[in-house]
């Protein structure tokens, strides 16, 4: 089992910052790949950001140049930097991570709300 607990939402200025953090534990050995999944309401899910194994990174286009994902693997936490938030950024996020054979991701967290005003 792996567990994933997001925090770092809240209400920020849009051109603010803002970072998400994903803490994992549990089977944290058996994770290959984490990413950053947003919804915001009457929306699709969206993936916003992964990283892989390797350190392989993947970024939307609507946030590439604004967002970066990394990681702390001394501290297994997962970390997404956001700069220049716009109100479209406003949404629930969630951490994913994919472990074992799996090809998609099969771990959530609960999910951290971001709101941007303008």
């Known amino acids: 089992q792996v567990q994933l607990v997001e925090s770092g939402g809240g209400l920020v200025q849009a051109g603010g910052s803002l970072r998400l953090s994903c803490a994992a534990s549990?089977?944290?050995?058996?994770?290959?790949?984490m990413g950053w999944y947003r919804q915001a309401p009457g929306k699709e899910r969206e993936l916003v950001a992964a990283?892989?194994?390797?350190?392989?990174?993947y970024y939307a286009d609507s946030v590439k140049g604004r967002f970066t994902i990394s990681r702390d693997n001394a501290k297994n936490t997962l970390y997404l930097q956001m700069n220049s938030l716009k109100p479209e950024d406003a949404a629930m996020y969630y951490c994913?991570?994919?472990?074992?054979?799996?090809?998609?991701?099969?771990?959530w967290g609960q999910g951290t709300q971001v709101t941007v005003s303008s």
């Open positions: 994913g991570a994919r472990s074992g054979s799996a090809r998609e991701y099969n771990y």
């Open positions: 549990g089977s944290i050995f058996s994770i290959n790949a």
């Open positions: 990283i892989s194994l390797g350190g392989s990174t």
